[in-house]
């Protein structure tokens, strides 16, 4: 058999693989395209960071895989970060005993159900709601089995529209408005096997404050030394330092996004949320620092980047100077959490007594965004900067 023979059979036998095998060579990734359209992983495929358990079932991480420990009780695993509007992917196995489900826009506390948020149920043998519906609002137009294989859902979560599809197939498409915002849990109801992984998310209604002709809508704080300009690219850049340059606009609950890229070695800025305006540096701070401890990114210096300054560092710096990446704050309550290219970096809750000044204890009230320009060294590029608020509980 020559090489050509062989490349081809490759190529056919790679065609043919199925899904399931072609997910499993890339399990709890996102690829470039993917992070710079602003998608972020909700399981980083090794723990359960950005997860908190509710009742009694128990959860382990292993292989690449959120199990449910069988047997453990009646319970379910929540991000500790509300979404509101989103495209939500997950797979998962389940056994023909199992009933489970993704529940969507639950609330940060207290006892989930279907009742208390949307119910995407997985369960093939249910009568009324098989998998691929949504208990109490939508029955699946398509009845598909899911046992014993890797399942995929692709939800979509836009206001009052709300969409299944299942393994590529549309089983539902309705409107209901009893939830508008809330976590993202997965459901164990106490037998059988559950597995879960490659769980994404993308927000949705983000909407661009920066038009990449000029700071229309953005108030430079005066007599500092950093200069804001718009680059021929269309890129908001800041050389020089120290500088704030704040939005007129105040956001209090919100998903943030914009691409950076660190144009030297090591630049330290940072942007600022909850900031007052008119006041210098004030608000918390999601720190930019691409460096870390020797060849160990899981030791930032000075908090790395995606840490909430002064508060908690990132757990890795994913970010690499002198190439864009993408940043992602969601921000309700006293609750904070960071992505960097759809990694997350940070999961903050502010405990402290309540203070006008973040910097100072934890400030619930609205605030202006702000863009730190930090010393003589800075030299930072921002595009692509849109915001989303949440909609009011």
Not at 32 to 55: V, Y
Not at 180 to 190: D, K
Request: proline share 4%; net charge neutral; aromatic share 10%.
């Amino acid at each position: 058999m020559n090489n050509t023979t062989k490349y081809l059979l490759a190529a056919l036998c790679a065609l043919s693989a199925p899904p399931s095998l072609a997910a499993e060579a890339k399990s709890n990734a996102l690829n470039p395209k993917e992070a710079s359209e602003g998608w972020i992983l909700l399981f980083d495929g090794e723990t359960q960071f950005g997860w908190s358990p509710r009742g009694e079932a128990k959860w382990t991480v292993a292989d690449g895989v959120i199990s449910a420990v069988k047997g453990s009780g009646i319970g379910f695993l929540s991000t500790t970060t509300e979404f509101a509007n989103y495209a939500l992917k997950a797979e998962f196995w389940v056994d023909d005993s199992a009933n489970s489900g993704v529940f969507l826009r639950c609330p940060t506390s207290g006892p989930i159900s279907g009742f208390t948020a949307y119910e995407v149920n997985i369960y093939d043998k249910h009568e009324q709601w098989p998998t691929g519906s949504i208990n109490e609002v939508g029955r699946a137009t398509k009845k598909l089995q899911t046992v014993g294989r890797w399942n995929s859902y692709e939800i979509t979560a836009d206001g009052d529209n709300l969409a299944i599809r299942l393994n590529g197939e549309e089983t539902l498409s309705v409107k209901d408005s009893k939830h508008a915002r809330g976590t993202v849990a997965l459901q164990y109801n106490g037998q059988g096997d559950v597995r879960f992984r490659n769980i994404k998310l993308k927000p949705l209604g983000l909407k661009s404050i920066f038009n990449g002709k000029d700071l229309s809508g953005w108030k430079e704080i005066p007599g500092r030394k950093s200069v804001y300009s718009v680059t021929p690219e269309g890129w908001l850049n800041v050389r020089n330092g120290n500088g704030d340059l704040q939005t007129e606009a105040a956001y209090g609950d919100f998903v943030f996004q914009l691409g950076i890229i660190s144009n030297g070695k090591h630049l330290n800025s940072g942007v600022f949320f909850r900031a007052i305006a008119g006041q210098f540096w004030s608000g918390y701070e999601s720190q930019i620092r691409n460096q870390w401890t020797g060849d160990d990114r899981s030791k930032p210096v000075d908090y790395g980047t995606g840490g909430i300054y002064n508060r908690q560092p990132a757990r890795r710096v994913v970010s690499t100077d002198g190439e864009w990446f993408t940043k992602t704050i969601v921000a309700h309550g006293p609750h904070m959490a960071v992505w960097i290219n759809g990694i997350q970096a940070s999961d903050f809750t502010d405990t402290r007594p309540p203070n006008e000044n973040a910097r100072q204890g934890y400030r619930a009230k609205a605030g202006v965004l702000s863009l730190q320009g930090h010393d003589p060294t800075t030299d930072l590029s921002f595009r692509n900067i849109r915001i989303a608020e949440l909609p009011t509980k």
